[in-house]
């Protein structure tokens, strides 16, 4: 199991396998599940590495390639990438669904505050 740092400045790699720590670990997580053959996805790769910089020690950011990860695909019945997960507290408290602009993101985001 990977021992991930308190403030990280770039988006975390997660597995099937670590999920739970992570949500566990930080207040305010954002998943984005994502799929190497996803062109949205990786349109919005930058995107999400740009917001872990600019929030770090507020956000954490994570990434989980659902072809390699399918339990947490099927876990939270996720059918459609790019698909966010909002974790707060240790709870699921929502889902961002589509690729969009930053500052539009962020908005969404923060939205689950």
Known sequence: MENFEDKPD???ILTDNDLDQVIAKYPFLVVDCWA???GPC???GPII????????G???FAKLDVDANPKT??????QTIPN???FKNGEKVGDIIGAMPEAQL???ITSYR
């Open 73 to 78: 695909a099927e876990r939270f019945s996720i």
């Open 84 to 86: 966010l997960l909002i």
């Open 10 to 12: 770039h988006p975390l």
């Open 49 to 56: 590495e740009s917001l872990a910089k600019k929030h770090q």
């Open 106 to 108: 962020l908005k969404e």
């Open 36 to 38: 190497q053959w996803c």
């Open 42 to 44: 990786r349109m919005l």
């Open 58 to 60: 507020d956000i954490v």
